[in-house]
Protein backbone atom coordinates (compact mmCIF):
# COMPACT_ATOMS: atom_id res chain seq x y z
CA UNK A 1 0.00 0.00 0.00
CA UNK A 2 1.17 3.71 -0.64
CA UNK A 3 1.10 5.10 2.34
CA UNK A 4 1.32 8.85 0.75
CA UNK A 5 -1.18 7.88 -1.58
CA UNK A 6 -3.46 6.56 1.34
CA UNK A 7 -2.83 9.84 3.03
CA UNK A 8 -3.29 11.90 0.32
CA UNK A 9 -6.92 9.99 -0.26
CA UNK A 10 -7.55 10.75 3.58
CA UNK A 11 -6.53 14.06 4.03
CA UNK A 12 -8.72 15.08 0.73
CA UNK A 13 -11.92 13.57 2.07
CA UNK A 14 -10.69 15.34 5.61
CA UNK A 15 -10.17 18.15 3.65
CA UNK A 16 -13.68 18.38 2.24
CA UNK A 17 -15.16 17.39 5.30
CA UNK A 18 -13.20 20.29 7.11
CA UNK A 19 -14.52 22.80 4.80
CA UNK A 20 -18.41 21.91 5.18
CA UNK A 21 -17.75 21.93 8.58
CA UNK A 22 -16.60 25.41 8.34
CA UNK A 23 -19.49 26.62 6.19
CA UNK A 24 -21.66 24.96 8.51
CA UNK A 25 -20.14 26.67 11.65
CA UNK A 26 -20.34 29.90 9.53
CA UNK A 27 -23.99 29.59 8.80
CA UNK A 28 -24.65 28.74 12.57
CA UNK A 29 -22.47 31.68 13.84
CA UNK A 30 -24.35 33.87 11.48
CA UNK A 31 -27.64 32.85 12.34
CA UNK A 32 -27.08 32.14 16.33
CA UNK A 33 -23.90 34.36 16.86
CA UNK A 34 -22.41 33.56 20.31
CA UNK A 35 -25.32 33.26 22.60
CA UNK A 36 -27.88 31.37 24.90
CA UNK A 37 -28.80 29.04 22.02
CA UNK A 38 -25.54 28.43 20.84
CA UNK A 39 -24.37 27.46 24.51
CA UNK A 40 -26.94 25.60 25.02
CA UNK A 41 -26.84 23.22 21.28
CA UNK A 42 -22.83 23.04 21.78
CA UNK A 43 -22.99 21.38 25.09
CA UNK A 44 -25.99 18.94 24.11
CA UNK A 45 -24.09 17.98 20.90
CA UNK A 46 -20.92 17.44 23.38
CA UNK A 47 -22.79 14.62 25.06
CA UNK A 48 -23.39 12.19 22.45
CA UNK A 49 -20.05 13.08 20.64
CA UNK A 50 -18.28 12.19 23.94
CA UNK A 51 -20.00 9.23 24.20
CA UNK A 52 -18.55 8.32 20.53
CA UNK A 53 -15.35 9.02 21.51
CA UNK A 54 -15.96 6.78 24.59
CA UNK A 55 -17.60 4.01 22.97
CA UNK A 56 -16.92 4.45 19.31
CA UNK A 57 -13.91 5.99 17.88
CA UNK A 58 -11.63 5.65 20.75
CA UNK A 59 -11.64 2.50 23.55
CA UNK A 60 -13.57 0.76 20.21
CA UNK A 61 -11.21 1.31 17.47
CA UNK A 62 -8.32 1.01 19.53
CA UNK A 63 -9.22 -2.44 20.27
CA UNK A 64 -11.44 -3.57 17.36
CA UNK A 65 -9.11 -2.65 14.92
CA UNK A 66 -5.73 -4.76 16.09
CA UNK A 67 -7.55 -7.34 16.80
CA UNK A 68 -9.56 -7.50 13.29
CA UNK A 69 -6.22 -7.41 11.50
CA UNK A 70 -5.21 -9.99 13.56
CA UNK A 71 -8.10 -12.45 12.11
CA UNK A 72 -7.87 -11.43 8.63
CA UNK A 73 -4.43 -11.87 8.46
CA UNK A 74 -3.90 -14.95 9.87
CA UNK A 75 -7.45 -16.52 9.79
CA UNK A 76 -9.02 -15.57 6.83
CA UNK A 77 -12.41 -14.06 5.48
CA UNK A 78 -15.24 -16.76 7.10
CA UNK A 79 -13.89 -16.10 10.95
CA UNK A 80 -13.38 -12.41 10.08
CA UNK A 81 -16.83 -11.72 8.61
CA UNK A 82 -18.24 -14.10 11.71
CA UNK A 83 -16.51 -10.93 14.11
CA UNK A 84 -17.37 -8.30 12.72
CA UNK A 85 -20.94 -9.63 12.73
CA UNK A 86 -21.03 -10.57 16.66
CA UNK A 87 -19.11 -7.15 16.90
CA UNK A 88 -21.87 -5.06 15.68
CA UNK A 89 -24.87 -7.12 17.12
CA UNK A 90 -23.22 -6.14 20.74
CA UNK A 91 -22.53 -2.78 19.77
CA UNK A 92 -26.08 -1.96 19.09
CA UNK A 93 -27.76 -3.95 22.14
CA UNK A 94 -25.29 -1.81 24.12
CA UNK A 95 -25.91 1.36 22.84
CA UNK A 96 -29.73 1.58 22.03
CA UNK A 97 -29.72 0.62 25.85
CA UNK A 98 -27.49 3.47 26.58
CA UNK A 99 -29.53 6.08 24.20
CA UNK A 100 -32.73 4.96 26.34
CA UNK A 101 -30.63 5.77 29.65
CA UNK A 102 -29.35 8.98 28.59
CA UNK A 103 -32.89 10.10 27.21
CA UNK A 104 -34.17 9.39 30.00
CA UNK A 105 -31.67 10.99 32.24
CA UNK A 106 -31.08 14.06 30.34
CA UNK A 107 -31.50 16.55 33.17
CA UNK A 108 -29.03 14.83 35.27
CA UNK A 109 -26.71 14.43 32.54
CA UNK A 110 -26.60 17.91 31.08
CA UNK A 111 -26.31 19.42 35.07
CA UNK A 112 -23.15 17.05 35.14
CA UNK A 113 -21.86 18.77 31.96
CA UNK A 114 -22.53 21.94 32.46
CA UNK A 115 -23.83 22.99 35.78
CA UNK A 116 -23.30 26.76 34.76
CA UNK A 117 -25.94 26.81 32.63
CA UNK A 118 -28.54 25.89 35.24
CA UNK A 119 -28.50 29.66 36.14
CA UNK A 120 -30.16 30.15 32.80
CA UNK A 121 -33.56 28.55 32.79
CA UNK A 122 -34.18 28.92 28.26
CA UNK A 123 -30.68 28.06 28.54
CA UNK A 124 -30.66 24.82 30.46
CA UNK A 125 -34.05 23.54 29.52
CA UNK A 126 -33.16 24.29 25.60
CA UNK A 127 -29.38 21.58 26.39
CA UNK A 128 -32.03 18.66 28.17
CA UNK A 129 -34.15 18.94 25.05
CA UNK A 130 -31.46 18.97 22.36
CA UNK A 131 -29.56 16.16 24.26
CA UNK A 132 -32.73 13.89 24.30
CA UNK A 133 -33.33 14.27 20.70
CA UNK A 134 -29.52 13.95 20.15
CA UNK A 135 -28.77 10.72 21.95
CA UNK A 136 -29.75 8.25 19.41
CA UNK A 137 -26.66 9.52 17.34
CA UNK A 138 -24.28 6.99 19.16
CA UNK A 139 -25.89 3.87 17.63
CA UNK A 140 -25.43 5.37 14.06
CA UNK A 141 -22.09 7.25 14.56
CA UNK A 142 -20.86 3.65 16.34
CA UNK A 143 -22.24 1.37 13.36
CA UNK A 144 -20.11 3.40 10.88
CA UNK A 145 -16.83 3.76 13.09
CA UNK A 146 -16.91 0.00 13.38
CA UNK A 147 -17.63 -0.43 9.54
CA UNK A 148 -15.15 2.54 8.98
CA UNK A 149 -12.46 0.62 11.17
CA UNK A 150 -13.33 -2.60 8.72
CA UNK A 151 -12.79 -0.85 5.61
CA UNK A 152 -9.80 0.82 7.07
CA UNK A 153 -8.21 -2.59 7.45
CA UNK A 154 -9.20 -4.34 4.03
CA UNK A 155 -7.43 -1.03 2.39
CA UNK A 156 -9.94 1.34 1.68
CA UNK A 157 -10.03 4.49 3.09
CA UNK A 158 -12.05 6.31 0.89
CA UNK A 159 -15.93 5.86 1.98
CA UNK A 160 -15.34 6.08 5.76
CA UNK A 161 -13.54 9.50 4.85
CA UNK A 162 -15.78 10.99 3.20
CA UNK A 163 -19.02 9.85 6.21
CA UNK A 164 -18.37 12.98 8.01
CA UNK A 165 -19.45 15.57 5.40
CA UNK A 166 -22.86 14.05 5.33
CA UNK A 167 -23.22 14.97 8.88
CA UNK A 168 -21.94 18.77 7.87
CA UNK A 169 -24.77 18.33 5.08
CA UNK A 170 -26.76 17.39 7.26
CA UNK A 171 -26.43 20.69 9.66
CA UNK A 172 -26.28 23.11 6.49
CA UNK A 173 -29.32 21.87 5.20
CA UNK A 174 -31.02 22.14 8.59
CA UNK A 175 -29.85 25.69 9.26
CA UNK A 176 -30.76 27.37 5.96
CA UNK A 177 -33.76 25.38 4.90
CA UNK A 178 -35.15 24.10 8.13
CA UNK A 179 -34.69 26.49 11.02
CA UNK A 180 -36.23 29.66 9.95
CA UNK A 181 -39.55 27.51 9.94
CA UNK A 182 -39.59 26.52 13.69
CA UNK A 183 -40.72 28.07 16.52
CA UNK A 184 -37.40 27.54 18.12
CA UNK A 185 -35.10 27.27 15.30
CA UNK A 186 -31.82 26.30 16.70
CA UNK A 187 -33.57 22.71 17.49
CA UNK A 188 -33.06 22.25 13.59
CA UNK A 189 -29.46 21.85 14.32
CA UNK A 190 -30.55 18.70 17.18
CA UNK A 191 -32.45 16.78 14.53
CA UNK A 192 -30.10 17.15 11.45
CA UNK A 193 -27.50 15.54 13.82
CA UNK A 194 -29.91 12.15 13.70
CA UNK A 195 -30.45 12.67 9.89
CA UNK A 196 -26.54 13.17 9.88
CA UNK A 197 -25.90 10.03 11.93
CA UNK A 198 -28.14 7.82 9.55
CA UNK A 199 -26.70 9.11 6.31
CA UNK A 200 -23.18 8.85 7.75
CA UNK A 201 -23.72 4.72 8.24
CA UNK A 202 -25.98 4.28 5.00
CA UNK A 203 -22.77 5.27 3.26
CA UNK A 204 -20.47 2.40 4.69
CA UNK A 205 -22.96 0.03 3.42
CA UNK A 206 -21.58 -0.28 -0.69
CA UNK A 207 -17.87 -0.42 0.54
CA UNK A 208 -18.70 -2.93 2.96
CA UNK A 209 -20.60 -5.36 0.52
CA UNK A 210 -17.95 -5.06 -2.01
CA UNK A 211 -15.70 -7.03 0.08
CA UNK A 212 -18.77 -9.30 1.84
CA UNK A 213 -18.42 -7.46 4.95
CA UNK A 214 -21.90 -5.72 5.63
CA UNK A 215 -22.64 -6.01 9.39
CA UNK A 216 -25.86 -8.65 10.65
CA UNK A 217 -27.07 -7.62 13.54
CA UNK A 218 -28.33 -10.04 15.27
CA UNK A 219 -31.71 -10.93 17.86
CA UNK A 220 -29.58 -12.54 20.71
CA UNK A 221 -26.95 -9.76 21.85
CA UNK A 222 -25.95 -12.70 24.72
CA UNK A 223 -24.95 -15.18 22.03
CA UNK A 224 -23.05 -12.33 20.13
CA UNK A 225 -20.86 -12.41 23.32
CA UNK A 226 -19.98 -15.53 23.83
CA UNK A 227 -17.59 -15.33 20.40
CA UNK A 228 -14.00 -15.71 21.55
CA UNK A 229 -12.87 -12.29 19.32
CA UNK A 230 -15.86 -10.35 20.73
CA UNK A 231 -14.60 -10.76 24.27
CA UNK A 232 -10.88 -10.55 23.45
CA UNK A 233 -11.93 -7.07 22.34
CA UNK A 234 -14.11 -6.01 25.05
CA UNK A 235 -12.06 -7.28 27.49
CA UNK A 236 -9.08 -4.58 25.57
CA UNK A 237 -11.97 -2.04 25.99
CA UNK A 238 -11.91 -1.84 29.07
CA UNK A 239 -8.19 -0.54 29.77
CA UNK A 240 -8.89 1.66 26.66
CA UNK A 241 -12.51 2.88 27.85
CA UNK A 242 -10.72 3.85 31.33
CA UNK A 243 -7.71 5.78 28.93
CA UNK A 244 -10.40 7.56 26.69
CA UNK A 245 -12.61 8.61 29.89
CA UNK A 246 -9.48 10.31 31.10
CA UNK A 247 -9.53 12.98 28.28
CA UNK A 248 -13.31 13.22 28.17
CA UNK A 249 -13.34 13.78 31.56
CA UNK A 250 -11.01 16.62 31.26
CA UNK A 251 -13.20 17.75 28.55
CA UNK A 252 -16.22 17.60 30.92
CA UNK A 253 -14.45 19.50 33.48
CA UNK A 254 -13.57 22.26 30.61
CA UNK A 255 -17.23 22.44 29.64
CA UNK A 256 -18.09 23.01 33.09
CA UNK A 257 -15.71 25.69 33.98
CA UNK A 258 -16.66 27.63 30.74
CA UNK A 259 -20.40 27.25 31.47
CA UNK A 260 -19.41 29.72 34.75
CA UNK A 261 -17.68 32.21 32.38
CA UNK A 262 -20.33 34.10 31.24
CA UNK A 263 -22.73 33.67 28.11
CA UNK A 264 -21.24 32.88 24.72
CA UNK A 265 -18.03 31.40 26.53
CA UNK A 266 -18.74 27.71 25.62
CA UNK A 267 -19.45 28.48 22.13
CA UNK A 268 -15.99 30.77 21.81
CA UNK A 269 -14.06 27.42 22.68
CA UNK A 270 -15.99 25.61 20.46
CA UNK A 271 -15.58 27.91 17.43
CA UNK A 272 -12.08 27.99 18.40
CA UNK A 273 -12.31 23.67 18.80
CA UNK A 274 -13.71 23.58 14.83
CA UNK A 275 -10.89 25.44 13.87
CA UNK A 276 -8.40 23.66 15.67
CA UNK A 277 -9.71 20.26 14.69
CA UNK A 278 -8.72 21.59 10.59
CA UNK A 279 -5.44 20.49 11.05
CA UNK A 280 -5.69 17.78 13.79
CA UNK A 281 -7.86 15.90 11.30
CA UNK A 282 -6.30 16.47 8.40
CA UNK A 283 -2.78 15.34 9.74
CA UNK A 284 -3.23 13.34 13.11
CA UNK A 285 -6.41 11.44 12.35
CA UNK A 286 -5.42 11.10 8.86
CA UNK A 287 -2.11 9.67 9.58
CA UNK A 288 -3.20 7.64 12.99
CA UNK A 289 -6.24 6.13 10.43
CA UNK A 290 -3.56 4.74 7.98
CA UNK A 291 -0.89 3.81 10.12
CA UNK A 292 -3.02 1.48 12.77
CA UNK A 293 -3.65 -1.05 10.39
CA UNK A 294 -0.23 -0.96 8.48
CA UNK A 295 1.09 -0.98 12.36
CA UNK A 296 -1.37 -3.95 13.29
CA UNK A 297 -0.45 -5.90 10.55
CA UNK A 298 3.48 -5.40 10.99
CA UNK A 299 3.16 -6.38 14.92
CA UNK A 300 1.55 -9.60 13.30
CA UNK A 301 4.28 -10.17 10.63
CA UNK A 302 7.11 -9.84 13.98
CA UNK A 303 8.73 -6.56 11.77
CA UNK A 304 9.92 -4.35 14.22
CA UNK A 305 12.22 -2.92 11.50
CA UNK A 306 8.94 -1.78 9.19
CA UNK A 307 7.00 -0.81 12.65
CA UNK A 308 9.69 1.42 13.52
CA UNK A 309 10.18 2.98 10.30
CA UNK A 310 6.46 3.42 9.71
CA UNK A 311 6.36 5.72 12.83
CA UNK A 312 9.18 7.57 11.38
CA UNK A 313 7.46 8.34 8.66
CA UNK A 314 4.66 9.28 10.11
CA UNK A 315 6.47 11.83 12.92
CA UNK A 316 7.93 13.62 9.91
CA UNK A 317 5.11 14.24 7.67
CA UNK A 318 3.48 15.51 11.05
CA UNK A 319 5.85 17.70 11.94
CA UNK A 320 6.91 18.85 7.81
CA UNK A 321 2.54 20.24 7.83
CA UNK A 322 1.54 20.72 11.59
CA UNK A 323 4.63 23.12 12.00
CA UNK A 324 3.15 25.63 9.93
CA UNK A 325 -0.35 25.03 11.09
CA UNK A 326 0.64 25.11 14.74
CA UNK A 327 2.04 29.43 13.44
CA UNK A 328 -1.09 30.02 11.97
CA UNK A 329 -3.35 29.47 14.66
CA UNK A 330 -0.65 30.91 17.35
CA UNK A 331 -0.18 34.52 14.69
CA UNK A 332 -3.11 34.25 12.27
CA UNK A 333 -6.00 33.39 14.76
CA UNK A 334 -8.04 37.15 14.54
CA UNK A 335 -8.02 36.83 10.61
CA UNK A 336 -8.95 33.54 10.34
CA UNK A 337 -11.72 33.99 12.83
CA UNK A 338 -12.97 37.04 11.55
CA UNK A 339 -13.00 35.78 7.82
CA UNK A 340 -14.81 32.83 8.74
CA UNK A 341 -17.24 33.38 11.39
CA UNK A 342 -17.75 37.60 11.51
CA UNK A 343 -21.01 38.03 9.84
CA UNK A 344 -24.62 38.17 10.90
CA UNK A 345 -24.95 37.76 14.74
CA UNK A 346 -21.49 37.20 15.21
CA UNK A 347 -19.53 40.14 16.45
CA UNK A 348 -16.51 41.67 16.83
CA UNK A 349 -16.25 41.13 20.13
CA UNK A 350 -16.75 37.53 19.39
CA UNK A 351 -14.36 37.78 16.68
CA UNK A 352 -11.38 38.78 19.75
CA UNK A 353 -12.41 36.14 22.02
CA UNK A 354 -12.54 33.34 19.96
CA UNK A 355 -9.01 34.19 18.73
CA UNK A 356 -7.90 34.12 21.99
CA UNK A 357 -8.72 30.67 22.14
CA UNK A 358 -7.59 29.60 18.97
CA UNK A 359 -3.87 31.37 19.53
CA UNK A 360 -4.04 29.24 22.70
CA UNK A 361 -4.30 25.88 20.85
CA UNK A 362 -1.51 27.19 18.92
CA UNK A 363 0.98 26.96 21.82
CA UNK A 364 0.08 23.34 21.81
CA UNK A 365 -1.42 22.30 18.28
CA UNK A 366 2.19 19.73 17.35
CA UNK A 367 1.56 18.13 20.55
CA UNK A 368 -2.37 17.29 20.01
CA UNK A 369 -1.73 15.88 16.27
CA UNK A 370 1.80 14.27 17.38
CA UNK A 371 -0.53 12.12 20.10
CA UNK A 372 -2.29 10.83 17.25
CA UNK A 373 0.61 9.38 15.96
CA UNK A 374 2.24 7.94 18.90
CA UNK A 375 -0.61 6.28 20.06
CA UNK A 376 -1.32 3.72 17.32
CA UNK A 377 2.28 2.53 18.33
CA UNK A 378 0.98 1.44 21.63
CA UNK A 379 -2.55 -0.24 20.04
CA UNK A 380 -1.11 -1.94 17.69
CA UNK A 381 0.72 -3.72 19.84
CA UNK A 382 -2.68 -4.24 21.61
CA UNK A 383 -0.80 -2.52 24.49
CA UNK A 384 -3.31 0.45 25.99
CA UNK A 385 -2.44 0.33 29.59
CA UNK A 386 0.63 2.38 28.99
CA UNK A 387 -1.47 5.07 27.35
CA UNK A 388 -4.18 4.94 30.56
CA UNK A 389 -0.91 5.64 32.80
CA UNK A 390 -0.32 8.56 30.95
CA UNK A 391 -3.75 9.76 30.23
CA UNK A 392 -4.01 10.08 34.19
CA UNK A 393 -1.09 11.84 34.69
CA UNK A 394 -2.09 14.37 31.92
CA UNK A 395 -5.45 14.74 33.20
CA UNK A 396 -3.79 16.13 36.25
CA UNK A 397 -1.21 18.36 35.14
CA UNK A 398 -4.42 19.50 32.45
CA UNK A 399 -6.35 20.13 35.61
CA UNK A 400 -3.51 21.82 37.51
CA UNK A 401 -2.94 24.35 34.19
CA UNK A 402 -6.36 25.41 34.45
CA UNK A 403 -6.20 26.51 38.23
CA UNK A 404 -3.22 28.89 36.70
CA UNK A 405 -4.24 29.78 33.36
CA UNK A 406 -8.30 30.31 33.66
CA UNK A 407 -7.35 33.39 36.47
CA UNK A 408 -5.43 34.70 34.33
CA UNK A 409 -6.53 34.29 30.90
CA UNK A 410 -10.50 33.23 31.39
CA UNK A 411 -11.65 31.16 28.82
CA UNK A 412 -8.33 30.78 26.55
CA UNK A 413 -6.78 29.42 29.59
CA UNK A 414 -8.45 26.42 28.84
CA UNK A 415 -7.36 25.52 25.56
CA UNK A 416 -4.34 26.47 26.75
CA UNK A 417 -4.03 23.78 29.46
CA UNK A 418 -5.22 21.43 26.74
CA UNK A 419 -2.47 22.21 24.15
CA UNK A 420 0.20 22.07 27.18
CA UNK A 421 -1.32 18.90 28.14
CA UNK A 422 -1.57 17.11 25.27
CA UNK A 423 2.53 18.07 24.49
CA UNK A 424 3.30 16.80 28.14
CA UNK A 425 1.31 13.42 26.53
CA UNK A 426 3.18 13.13 23.36
CA UNK A 427 6.70 13.39 24.96
CA UNK A 428 5.83 10.77 27.49
CA UNK A 429 4.34 8.43 24.55
CA UNK A 430 7.33 9.27 22.73
CA UNK A 431 9.58 8.20 25.84
CA UNK A 432 7.69 5.21 25.99
CA UNK A 433 8.11 3.70 22.76
CA UNK A 434 12.12 4.89 22.94
CA UNK A 435 12.51 2.97 25.99
CA UNK A 436 11.05 -0.17 24.83
CA UNK A 437 12.85 0.27 21.28
CA UNK A 438 9.23 -0.22 19.62
CA UNK A 439 10.72 3.09 17.43
CA UNK A 440 13.92 3.92 16.92
CA UNK A 441 14.20 7.23 14.79
CA UNK A 442 15.95 7.22 11.46
CA UNK A 443 19.13 9.04 10.42
CA UNK A 444 18.57 12.68 9.43
CA UNK A 445 16.48 13.84 12.17
CA UNK A 446 18.85 16.97 13.14
CA UNK A 447 19.09 17.95 9.36
CA UNK A 448 15.54 17.92 9.07
CA UNK A 449 14.55 20.11 11.75
CA UNK A 450 16.74 22.64 11.10
CA UNK A 451 15.37 22.99 7.93
CA UNK A 452 11.91 22.93 9.48
CA UNK A 453 13.13 25.75 11.77
CA UNK A 454 14.66 28.00 9.17
CA UNK A 455 11.21 27.95 7.15
CA UNK A 456 9.21 28.03 10.44
CA UNK A 457 10.63 31.52 10.87
CA UNK A 458 10.57 32.86 7.73
CA UNK A 459 7.00 31.94 7.79
CA UNK A 460 6.20 33.30 10.83
CA UNK A 461 7.24 36.68 9.81
CA UNK A 462 5.16 36.62 7.03
CA UNK A 463 2.39 35.80 9.31
CA UNK A 464 2.93 38.07 11.73
CA UNK A 465 2.85 41.14 9.27
CA UNK A 466 -0.28 40.22 7.14
CA UNK A 467 -2.15 39.37 10.86
CA UNK A 468 -0.63 43.58 12.12
CA UNK A 469 -0.92 45.62 8.97
CA UNK A 470 -4.83 44.59 7.65
CA UNK A 471 -7.69 45.55 9.89
CA UNK A 472 -9.59 42.18 9.35
CA UNK A 473 -12.41 42.70 11.87
CA UNK A 474 -13.11 46.35 9.90
CA UNK A 475 -13.17 44.58 6.50
CA UNK A 476 -16.84 43.01 7.59
CA UNK A 477 -18.52 45.29 5.33
CA UNK A 478 -16.40 44.20 2.38
CA UNK A 479 -17.09 40.08 2.99
CA UNK A 480 -15.43 39.08 -0.59
CA UNK A 481 -12.09 41.52 -0.18
CA UNK A 482 -11.46 40.27 2.95
CA UNK A 483 -12.06 36.11 1.94
CA UNK A 484 -9.59 36.97 -1.27
CA UNK A 485 -7.20 38.34 1.09
CA UNK A 486 -7.40 35.85 3.39
CA UNK A 487 -6.88 33.24 -0.13
CA UNK A 488 -3.83 35.27 -1.42
CA UNK A 489 -1.92 35.35 2.46
CA UNK A 490 -2.60 31.36 2.39
CA UNK A 491 -1.13 31.24 -0.89
CA UNK A 492 1.88 33.68 -0.01
CA UNK A 493 2.40 31.53 3.39
CA UNK A 494 2.72 27.76 1.68
CA UNK A 495 4.70 29.14 -1.43
CA UNK A 496 7.11 31.19 1.09
CA UNK A 497 7.25 27.75 3.72
CA UNK A 498 7.84 25.18 0.53
CA UNK A 499 10.31 27.11 -0.98
CA UNK A 500 12.36 28.12 1.74
CA UNK A 501 12.80 23.68 2.64
CA UNK A 502 13.47 23.59 -1.30
CA UNK A 503 16.18 26.23 -0.55
CA UNK A 504 17.80 24.76 2.11
CA UNK A 505 17.75 20.88 0.22
CA UNK A 506 14.87 19.12 1.66
CA UNK A 507 13.70 16.47 -0.17
CA UNK A 508 10.31 15.34 -0.33
CA UNK A 509 10.56 11.87 -2.36
CA UNK A 510 11.27 10.37 1.11
CA UNK A 511 7.47 10.92 2.10
CA UNK A 512 6.77 8.68 -1.05
CA UNK A 513 6.57 5.29 0.99
CA UNK A 514 4.43 2.11 0.78
CA UNK A 515 3.97 -0.35 3.72
CA UNK A 516 4.74 -4.13 3.12
Given at each position: ?221 FVALAHRGVKRVLMK ?280
Amino acid sequence: MNLFRALLTVSGFTLLSRVTGLIRETLIARAFGASQFTDAFYVAFRIPNLLRRLSAEGAFSQAFVPILAEFKNSQGHGPTKALVDAMSTVLTWALALLSLVGIVAASAVVFAVASGLKGDGQAFGLAVTMTQIMFPYIVFVSLTTLAAGVANTYGSFSLPAFAPVLLNVSFIAAAVFVAPHLKVPVFALAWAVIVGGVLQFAVQWPGLAKIDMTPRIGLNPFVALAHRGVKRVLMKMVPATFAVSVAQLSLIINTNIASRLGPGAVSWINYADRLMEFPTALLGVALGTILLPSLSKAHVDEDPHEYSALLDWGLRVTFLLAAPSALALFLFAEPLTATLFNYGRFDGYSVVMVGRALTAYGVGLIGLIVIKILAPGFYAKQDIKTPVKIGIGVLIATQLGNLVFVPVFAHAGLTLSVGLGACVNAILLYTGLRRRGIYIPSGGWALFLVQLLGASLVLAGAMHWCAANFDWIGLHARPLARIALLAACMVLFAALYFSMLWLMGFKYTYFRRRAK
